[in-house]
C-alpha cells in the first residue's frame, strides 16, 4: 500500500533545476522527521537532506549551497529544491518518513521514488 507519493523528477542540464515534491494522505509530516534519499546505479541509498518535525534541516556536504529542503504542513507535503544541478547528482530520489507519535510511530516509509537524470 503507498504511503508516500513523490513526484517532480526528469531530465535536467546540468546547472538547471527541479522540484521534488513528496505527499501523503496517510502520514501527518507534521509530526514525522522526514528526509530525502537517493541511489544511483551501482551505489548504496543515501541521504540527501533531513527535516526534523521540529523543523531544523541537515544537508549532505554534496548538495549543501544548492539544495533546499521544505515542509508545507497544510498541504502534508516534503519538497526539495534542486538547484546548480550536476552530473553526479543522477539518481532516484527517495522521500522517507518517521512518524514520532500515533500508531505509526517506530516505522518508516518509503516513496517509490523519482528518477532525477542531470545531462551534462
Known amino acids: 500500500q503507498v504511503q508516500l507519493v513523490e513526484s517532480g523528477g526528469g531530465l535536467v542540464q546540468a546547472g538547471g533545476s527541479l522540484r521534488l515534491s513528496c505527499v501523503s494522505t496517510?502520514?501527518?509530516?507534521?509530526?514525522?522527521?522526514m528526509g530525502w534519499y537517493r541511489q544511483a546505479p551501482g551505489n548504496q541509498r543515501e541521504v540527501v537532506a533531513l527535516?526534523?518535525?521540529?523543523?531544523?534541516?541537515n544537508y549532505a556536504d554534496s548538495v549543501k549551497g544548492r539544495f533546499t529542503i521544505s515542509r508545507d504542513n497544510a498541504k502534508n507535503a516534503l519538497y526539495l529544491q534542486m538547484n546548480s544541478l550536476k552530473p553526479e547528482d543522477t539518481a532516484v530520489y527517495y522521500c522517507?518518513?518517521?512518524?514520532?507519535?500515533?500508531?505509526?510511530?517506530?516505522?518508516?516509509?518509503w516513496g517509490q521514488g523519482t528518477q532525477v537524470t542531470v545531462s551534462s
Open positions: 522517507n518518513a518517521r512518524p514520532l507519535v500515533g500508531p505509526m510511530r517506530g516505522s518508516a516509509y
Open positions: 496517510r502520514i501527518p509530516f507534521s509530526i514525522s522527521d
Open positions: 527535516f526534523t518535525s521540529a523543523g531544523s534541516s
